[in-house]
C-alpha cells in the first residue's frame, strides 16, 4: 500500500510512503524515482525527513530514493523491548527494504546512528548492499569492547559527562526531552549545528548533568532548518516519543557480541564519507580518522570535511553533499 505526502513547505522532492513488513515490525519509506534502490538511514533525534533535500535530486539522477523511518521513529513501528533495537534487528529491516523495493540489492547511506547501521549492514551483508556512503561517523572497526565501556573509562571515571552513558538509564531521557518535545529539540539542533557558538555543548558538563542540562535555546533556529522542518520533526516525536530512539544506545553489548564475528572483515564495497569541518561526531575520532578508515574500508573513494558545517550534514550542506553523493552514485 502507498500513501502520498501531504504538502511541507521547505520540502525538495514529492515522495510517496510504503510500509515494508520486517519481522513482527512495519518500516515507514519515504519513496521516489526508479532505478536502482538507495536506501537512506537517518539519525538521532531524526526521520526520513532528515533527507528531504536528497531524495529528489537522487531520484532525478536515475535512482529510487528510499528514506526510512528507522523503527523506534516517526511512522515505523515501535516495540518495547530494549532488545528489539539491537543491530542485528535494524540491519534486518533495511534488508526488508532491500527486498522489497530494491529486488534484494541495494546502495546505503546513513547519518549519525544511521552511519554505523550501513557500514555494519555492508559488513553483514556484502551480497545485498552494493555500496556504502556514510555522513558524520566514520567506520573504524569493532574495537576491543564495546563502546559504552569505552567512554565509562575515559569520561565517567573521571567524573566527566558523556551523553551515551546519560541515556543508559531507562525512562530519564525520555522523560526530559519529552516534557517539552519543541524546545528539547531546538537545543539539540542548534548546541551540534555550525552556528551554535563555541561550547554550545558544555564540554564541561560532569556525569549526572542531564542530557539538556545547560543548552542554548536560540530564539531563531538557523536558516536551514525553518519553521515548517521544525514543525515536522516535533509532531513526528510528539507522536512517537523517545524511548525506541533512545533504545538503539542500549544495546552496546548485544551489537558487540553479534559485530565480533565480523571484525576481521573489511567493507570491500565502494563506499564515502561526508563530515561536516565542526561536527563534533567526527572529532571524537581524532585526526587519525582517515588513515583508520582505508585500513577497514578498502574501498573508500572519498573523505571529505565541509567547511562551516557542523553535525546535521545533510541539512545543513545540501548543495555540497548532494554533489559528493551523486558523483559518487555515479562512479559504482
Not at 39 to 44: L, N, S
Not at 128 to 153: D, K, M
Not at 165 to 190: N, P, Q, S
Request: glycine share 10%.
Amino acid at each position: 500500500m502507498a500513501y502520498r505526502l501531504g504538502p511541507v513547505q521547505s520540502l525538495d522532492c514529492a515522495p510517496r510512503f510504503e510500509y515494508v513488513r520486517s519481522g513482527a515490525c512495519t518500516i515507514r519509506v519515504a519513496v521516489q524515482g526508479a532505478g536502482p534502490l538507495v536506501i537512506m538511514v537517518h539519525g538521532w533525534p531524526e526521520s526520513w525527513y532528515s533527507w528531504r533535500h536528497q531524495i529528489g535530486p537522487i531520484a532525478n539522477a536515475g535512482f529510487t530514493a528510499a528514506a526510512i523511518d528507522v523503527r523506534g521513529y516517526g511512522g515505523s513501528s515501535r516495540p518495547h523491548a530494549i532488545e528489539s533495537y539491537d543491530m542485528r534487528s535494524i540491519i534486518s529491516d533495511i534488508q526488508a527494504v532491500a527486498d522489497r523495493l530494491g529486488g534484494g540489492k541495494a546502495i546505503l547511506i546513513g547519518h549519525d546512528w544511521g552511519a554505523p547501521i550501513v557500514w555494519n549492514s555492508a559488513l553483514v551483508d556484502p551480497e545485498r548492499f552494493r555500496g556504502v556512503a556514510a555522513l558524520s561517523i566514520p567506520y573504524v572497526g569493532q574495537g576491543q569492547e564495546p563502546l559504552i565501556e569505552v567512554a565509562r573509562r575515559r569520561y565517567t571515571q573521571n567524573g566527566h559527562f558523556f551523553y551515551h552513558i546519560c541515556i543508559e538509564e531507562e525512562g530519564a531521557a525520555e522523560a526530559e526531552m519529552e516534557a517539552d518535545v519543541r524546545a528539547g529539540l531546538r537545543k539539540i539542533y542548534y548546541a551540534m549545528s555550525a552556528d551554535a557558538p563555541e561550547n554550545a555543548w558544555p564540554r564541561d558538563k560532569v556525569h549526572g548533568d542531564t542530557l539538556l542540562h545547560r543548552l542554548v535555546d536560540p530564539n531563531v533556529m538557523p536558516g536551514w532548518m525553518s519553521a515548517s522542518d521544525l514543525d515536522y520533526f516535533v509532531t513526528e516525536f510528539e507522536t512517537s516519543g523517545f524511548r525506541g530512539a533512545f533504545n538503539r544506545y542500549r544495546n552496546f553489548h548485544r551489537d558487540f557480541k553479534f559485530l565480533s564475528r565480523f571484525d576481521h572483515h573489511p567493507i570491500e564495497q565502494p563506499a564515502l564519507f561526508i563530515s561536516g569541518a565542526e561536527d563534533i561526531g567526527l572529532h571524537m575520532f581524532g585526526r587519525q580518522a582517515e588513515p583508520r578508515m582505508r585500513e577497514v574500508v578498502t574501498d573508500l573513494r572519498g573523505f571529505h570535511l565541509i567547511e562551516n558545517c557542523g553535525h546535521w550534514t545533510q541539512q545543513e550542506k545540501p548543495a555540497e553533499v548532494n554533489g559528493l553523493l551523486l558523483d559518487w552514485l555515479r562512479g559504482i
